[in-house]
């Protein structure tokens, strides 16, 4: 690793930063004002260097003739191949690429191939030294976060330098403004992507930092208007709620900052009532809430039995909706252990208990993920087209069901979360009632749309071939004779 240099002996460069919107992403009418990474590189780019914005999420043109130094562009799975076309371009006409973001860092052979580099994993230690090698025309294949110190404090947004960079204008009280306190999430479910990427090392941001930075978002990024006074901001936190004793401090420091916000946090930590009474005192109008599965053995085969108890679900989410915190609900079906009855409880549970935005996912087998890991061993991929990889389709082995189907039943029940007495007593049942309605007549139409289009043959899952499985490993035949 060569030394960083004083700014002022680096040449300065233009730099475009990119989020790309993936081939088959639904358009949300809640999408972030601007992706947390982007945020992130904004804020730690050293100050001589000039950066744009472009988000296709918001129909950003991009300007290919532009003359820039670098195009960096973000990915996730599910718009990775639209950031490659875009990278592909970029290059064809000589400008430099680098691509970042959770998808190309567990894929590096992949994306190097439409990039001049990538960067693997956390980028705040690494960015400057990436910004002055391309400036001496030295730039490395590849930049990995391993080979730099580890980030142990996550640094501040610099909000007034992201917005001058955006094409977004101020929002109102209904759109809300991105902001993080923590970073990371030590538990170990075994399809998401964060234990193995960010998440074993949990920092926290100090109150001070966190006090000044929502000052500075709500005097940057808010407008007062007929829609309220109250900024409304969506924690990208993976979990707020780890450490106990922070999160109370950083919660009774939001209380005083006259927010409204929503953010992950998992089910475990509202049992706690004092940790639900200061969320509500702090404006958390929704809690995220990543139930999964209403069968505890499912948990447990996803290593989420640790946190989730089902037997507790109903009682929790009553109680903190009687301190006046809404639910949000997040689960999975996965056709290896759910089967249609299973999916009908899962839709009573959301109805009986009224949870407010439900997502019902098909699993998808992240890389980076255990499960994406177990899954290619064990040859349950079936589809590995990232553009399908919305958490919508069906891209895992349905042998125990036919493949349409079951894809067509999943959805069915996640509109089932959205039929009109679900979202009548919803609306009762929670406050924020106005949001609660609109946002569950535009899933309800968005749902609507899938289904038809799975109905009419549009969209379909890849055939899959008969299934034999593999010779059981000789650890599955130990725990077998366990059993
Ligand atoms: C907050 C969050 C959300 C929020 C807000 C999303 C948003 N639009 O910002 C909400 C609730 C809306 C959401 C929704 C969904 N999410 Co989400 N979400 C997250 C979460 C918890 C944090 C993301 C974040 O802001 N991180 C903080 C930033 C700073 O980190 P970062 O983006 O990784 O950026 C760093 C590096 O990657 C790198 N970097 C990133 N980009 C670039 C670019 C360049 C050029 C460079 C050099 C470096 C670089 O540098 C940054 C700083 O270190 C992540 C978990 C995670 N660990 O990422 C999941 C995650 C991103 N979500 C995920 C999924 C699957 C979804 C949903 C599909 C869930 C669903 N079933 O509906 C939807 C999709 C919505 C959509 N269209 O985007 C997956 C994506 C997996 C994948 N491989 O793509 C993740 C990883 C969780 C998981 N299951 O593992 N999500
Ligand atoms: S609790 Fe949430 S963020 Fe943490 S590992 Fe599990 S799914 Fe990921």
């Known amino acids: 690793m060569a030394t960083l240099r004083p700014p002022e002996t680096i ?16 358009d949300s009418s809640q999408k972030a004002l601007f992706l947390m990474g982007v945020g992130v590189l904004v804020s730690i780019t050293p100050p001589q260097h000039h950066i744009e914005l472009a988000d296709e999420l918001f129909g950003d043109p991009i300007d ?41 860092s567990f894929n590096y052979d992949e994306a190097i191939a439409h990039a001049d580099t990538v960067v693997c994993g956390e980028a705040e230690h690494l960015w400057a030294q990436l910004l002055q090698d391309l400036a001496d025309g030295q730039l490395a294949p590849r930049y990995d976060s391993k080979d730099f110190p580890p980030v142990n404090e996550v640094p501040p947004l610099d909000y007034a330098r992201i917005f001058a960079a955006s094409r977004r204008d101020k929002v109102d009280a209904r759109k809300s403004i991105p902001i993080f306190m923590t970073r990371g999430c030590p538990y170990t479910c075994a399809f998401c992507v964060t234990p193995n990427f960010t998440g074993r090392l949990y920092r926290i941001q100090s109150p001070e930092t966190i006090r000044a930075q929502i000052a500075e978002a709500k005097r940057v990024f808010f407008k007062e208007t007929k829609y309220g006074k109250t900024p409304w901001f969506m924690f990208t936190d993976e979990n707020l709620g780890v450490n106990k004793q922070r999160t109370w401090e950083i919660l009774e420091i939001l209380a005083e900052c006259d927010i409204k916000f929503s953010s992950f946090i998992s089910i475990n930590f509202l049992e706690d009532e004092k940790t639900v009474d200061l969320l509500v005192k702090a404006g958390c109008l929704m809690a995220l809430v990543g139930f999964e599965s209403v069968n505890q053995k499912t948990l447990q085969s996803y290593n989420k039995g640790r946190t ?26 996965n056709p290896a252990m759910d089967s249609y009855e299973d999916m009908a409880a899962t839709e009573r549970f959301v109805r009986d208990n009224n949870l407010v935005m439900p997502i019902y996912s098909i699993i998808t087998p992240y890389p980076g993920t255990q499960l994406y890991k177990d899954y290619k061993e064990q040859n349950l991929i079936v589809d590995e087209d990232w553009d399908k990889y919305t958490a919508h389709n069906l891209v895992v082995r349905c042998d125990r069901y036919d493949p349409l189907e079951y894809q067509l039943r999943y959805l069915q029940h996640f509109l089932g979360m959205y039929a009109w007495p679900a979202i009548f007593n919803r609306v009762r049942n929670n406050s924020n009632r106005l949001v609660n309605l609109v946002t569950s007549v535009l899933f309800r139409k968005n749902l609507q749309d899938q289904v038809a289009s799975v109905q009419s043959g549009k969209r379909r899952p890849v055939q899959q071939g008969r299934y034999t499985s593999p010779a059981p490993t000789e650890k599955a035949e130990r725990e077998l004779a366990a059993d």
Request: with cysteine; proline share 2%; net charge positive.
């Open 308 to 333: 989730n108890s089902v037997q507790r679900y109903a009682e929790i989410i009553d109680n903190c909706r009687k301190a006046g915190l809404n639910i949000q609900g997040n689960f999975l079906t």
């Open 11 to 26: 040449r300065p460069l233009r730099i475009l930063l990119i989020t790309p919107k993936g081939h088959k992403e639904e």
């Open 64 to 104: 290919y003739a532009g003359r820039y130094d670098l195009v960096g562009i973000t990915t996730r799975t599910m718009n990775v191949m639209r950031a490659y076309a875009i990278a592909d371009e970029f290059r064809r006409r000589g400008t430099k690429v680098v691509l970042g973001g959770v998808h190309v």
